[in-house]
């Protein structure tokens, strides 16, 4: 099993409609939890960081973190072509602090 | 002028050819790193440096070297370069809290080993 899994994709939505992007972890203890964004052939920048349960809304984006089910999503409304890319989730572990482990990554395809 | 900035930005080499990918940063930052990326395993850590006198292996350290020159500038180093380490490689940087921090990519390194 893979310490965070994420489905590759790709994921389709029409303009307008709310992005869901789904991401679990294996470490328990792991303690936050990062969405990146990385365009085709850009490099990855961060658009969410969430530390508690429950949920965290910044614009169009929303995060939302259940420890005890291993869970971290990414929620985006009113989703726009602009937002294809491949969305990164990324985990920093209690006991490895500053290191991240990246999931795989899901294509979100937003057509017009 | 960006902030995290990677030589060079492409590069086709032979196998058994030692190459090197520069990495420099003006964040001030202390914390830096480098990562692999293949297409559909997301980024893997090579090794990664919270300062200059403190380097550590990452998950696929094997067949790459570092060198962190000064706090600014982070080399990855491939002795003898192989196929299956064709890549797009990054370097990042972060600060502050080691669980709260944002790492910063540079625009990447495309790697062909023919």
């Known amino acids: 099993q893979k310490e965070v899994e994420q489905n590759s994709g790709p994921l389709s939505v029409p303009e307008g409609a709310i992005a869901s992007l789904n991401c679990t972890y294996s470490d328990r203890g792991s303690q936050s939890f990062f969405w990146y964004r990385q365009y085709s052939g850009k490099s990855p920048e961060l658009i969410m960081s969430i530390y508690s349960n429950g949920d965290k809304e910044d614009g169009r984006f929303t995060a939302q973190l259940n420890k005890a089910s291993q869970y971290v999503s990414l929620l985006i409304r009113d989703s726009q072509p602009s937002d294809s890319a491949t969305y990164l989730c990324a985990v920093n572990r209690n006991n490895q602090g500053g290191k991240l482990i990246f999931g795989q990554g899901t294509e979100l395809s937003v057509k017009p | 002028d960006a902030d995290v900035t990677q030589t060079p930005r492409n590069r086709i080499t032979k196998t058994g050819k030692r190459i090197m990918l520069e990495c420099s940063q003006t964040k001030g930052h202390d914390r830096m790193y480098w990562y692999r990326q293949d297409p559909g395993l997301g980024l893997q850590l090579i090794y990664y440096?919270?300062?200059?006198?403190?380097?550590n292996k990452g998950e696929i350290s094997d067949g790459y070297s570092v060198s962190r020159q000064a706090q600014a500038k982070f080399s990855l180093s491939l002795e003898s370069a192989i196929p299956n380490q064709t890549a797009l490689y990054f370097c990042a940087t972060s600060e502050g809290d080691k669980l709260r921090d944002t790492q910063y990519f540079g625009p990447g390194t495309r790697l062909t080993v023919l």
């Open positions: 440096s919270f300062d200059v006198k403190d380097i």
